[in-house]
């Protein structure tokens, strides 16, 4: 095993790790966090890729801006780490069901050989101008669009949080 593979599956472990974090953890700043970590093994798996723009776009968007803005709704919502969660049965045998597929569905993909998909340099130039040109030019629109909904979700939250709105 080398260095390369030995980094795969040390970012995947830790993904599903902080994966089931996520939704075990009563405490929802801590869920946040750990989803955190959870973007920043998935930008290691982007680097392992060569696809050094996105892991940069996911370690900055994601776990950066959008995080940020996750915490601060939660922080405003006050949700008390106190309140019991209750676990539906349905919701429990679903939950297995769902995770039994997802094994199947893992031990179906490792039986088959595994190839190698080596490839020559990275080339930078290709990769920056294939993403951020289509994205300032034909999806200006709908990227602000999406700005101006976070904008107004973010509002709401404000109001909505609000003890007394007089």
């Known amino acids: 095993m080398n260095v ?4 795969f599956w040390t970012f995947s472990i830790a993904m599903l790790l902080c994966g089931v974090a996520v939704i075990a953890n009563r405490n929802p700043v801590t869920s946040a966090m750990f989803l955190v970590l959870l973007l920043v093994c998935m930008a ?3 680097v392992l890729l060569e696809a050094f723009f996105l892991a940069a776009i996911q370690v900055l968007v994601y776990a950066g801006a959008v995080m940020v803005l996750f915490l601060f709704v939660i922080m405003l919502l006050d949700i008390k780490a106190a309140t019991k969660r209750r676990i539906r049965s349905v919701a429990a045998v679903g939950g297995f069901g769902i995770a039994g597929v997802f094994a199947w569905e893992l031990w179906t993909i490792l039986q088959e050989p595994v190839v190698s998909a080596v490839r020559g340099p990275a080339d930078f130039g290709s990769g920056f101008e294939s993403v951020l040109k289509p994205l300032f030019t034909r999806y200006m629109l709908p990227f602000e669009i999406t700005g101006l909904l976070l904008l107004v979700a973010m509002i709401g939250v404000v109001l909505l949080s609000k003890k007394d709105l007089r």
């Open 4 to 7: 390369h593979d030995a980094l």
């Open 44 to 46: 290691g798996l982007f």
